[in-house]
Nanobody, 122 residues
């Protein structure tokens, strides 16, 4: 069982950047795939990006391609989501998730953080 805590959200202007961080606590965290999801107001939570335990496999949803970068530092038990060229439609609560099975992304991730709010507005 893992504990995940997101940070780095906030208010940013359109075109700006933010880097979200996910602190992962628990045994053998480095063996877990990690992923980022988001939930916009009034909408369902959806996957944004995922990375396998050693980073060899990465998946980006269409909404994140060319603008977002997922990464992880297993030595620090951290995962990151670098978000560039942010748009108002990126406004959402962003969640970090982890699971031992990469194939469980996006529907069956078992470990979740509580989210961090990103607001893109001028």
């Amino acid at each position: 069982q893992l504990t995940l805590v997101e940070s780095g959200g906030g208010l940013v202007q359109p075109g700006g950047s933010l880097r979200l961080s996910c602190t992962i606590s628990g045994d053998d965290a480095k063996y877990y795939a990690v992923a980022w999801f988001r939930q916009a107001p009034g909408k369902e939570r959806v996957g944004v990006a995922a990375m396998s335990s050693i980073g060899g496999t990465i998946t980006y949803e269409d909404s994140a391609k060319d603008r977002f970068i997922i990464s992880r530092d297993n030595a620090k038990n951290m995962a990151y989501l670098q978000m560039n060229n942010l748009k108002p439609e990126d406004t959402a609560v962003y969640y970090c998730a982890a699971d031992l099975i990469y194939g469980n992304y996006p529907d069956y991730m078992k470990n979740w953080g509580k989210g961090t709010l990103v607001t893109v507005s001028s």
